[in-house]
């Protein structure tokens, strides 16, 4: 591929070493260019508005954060950038939710690294790609009629409500707790309880759910 233009890739994840190795296995790709590794939401809109990179990998779950807010921030703020997410998630409705904020393929990181630099030139292409398996039912889920699920908040009490709403919001506890003026280990204690009570096993679970009930994000978080 001598004299090929290489494609600039932005690797998002808050697993260090994992996100080095990557990089330099992606970076020894003839047609492929890394960019400096972004641990955060933070850094990797630090690095996006420096670098313009072609491609984002992301992480959908990175430490405290959901990579949905980056997604959708790419989306707002840099609709050309085409976003891969890489994660170890397998839920259908995070899928989804990807999907909807713009995420152009999903793979889980059991990946071959061969197949993750087939999608990551793809997607640089304009392609799209989910495995054979999710398919079917991420297209049934966006092509179907929206389920709404109103009921399954009604258990919450009002300050479980704005822990949730902070959570999909896509803040980390720590603003949270300060948002709340709560501290660190009672915004822990009601998020172990409206998980517990909406039967949800992360967060991330959770934050689909209360969009499937309706509640989007903050305005001021748009």
């Not at 494609?7 to 296995?25: C, G, I, M, N």
């Not at 992606?26 to 972004?38: C, H, K, N, Q």
């Not at 630099?117 to 049934?140: F, I, K, M, S, Y």
């Not at 902070?166 to 003026?181: H, Q």
Request: aromatic fraction near 2%.
């Amino acid at each position: 591929m001598s004299g090929v233009e290489r494609v600039p890739v932005l690797l998002v994840d808050d697993h260090p070493v994992f996100a080095e190795a990557l990089a330099a296995r992606l970076g020894s790709e003839p047609d492929l260019a890394v960019v400096p590794v972004a641990h955060s939401v933070r850094q990797a809109l630090a690095e996006l508005a420096r670098s313009r990179p072609a491609v984002i990998v992301l992480d959908f779950a990175l430490g405290a954060e959901s990579g949905l807010t980056l997604l959708d921030r790419v989306r707002a703020e840099y609709p050309d950038i085409r976003a891969v997410v890489l994660s170890a998630v397998d839920s259908v409705d995070a899928v989804v939710e990807a999907v909807r904020r713009g995420a152009r393929a999903w793979l889980p990181k059991s990946v071959d690294v061969g197949q993750l630099v087939d999608v990551v030139r793809g997607v640089a292409r304009g392609e799209a790609w989910l495995a054979p398996a999710l398919l079917g039912p991420v297209l049934t889920r966006l092509t179907g009629p929206e389920r709404v699920e109103p009921d399954r908040l009604a258990v919450l009490t009002s300050r479980e409500r704005e822990v949730l709403q902070c959570l999909v919001d896509g803040l980390p506890r720590e603003t949270i707790a300060r948002r709340l003026y709560l501290s660190g280990n009672t915004v822990r204690t009601h998020v172990q309880r409206l998980l517990a009570k909406l039967d949800c096993h992360s967060v991330l679970e959770a934050v689909a759910v209360a969009q499937r009930s309706g509640m989007r994000q903050s305005a001021s978080r748009r």
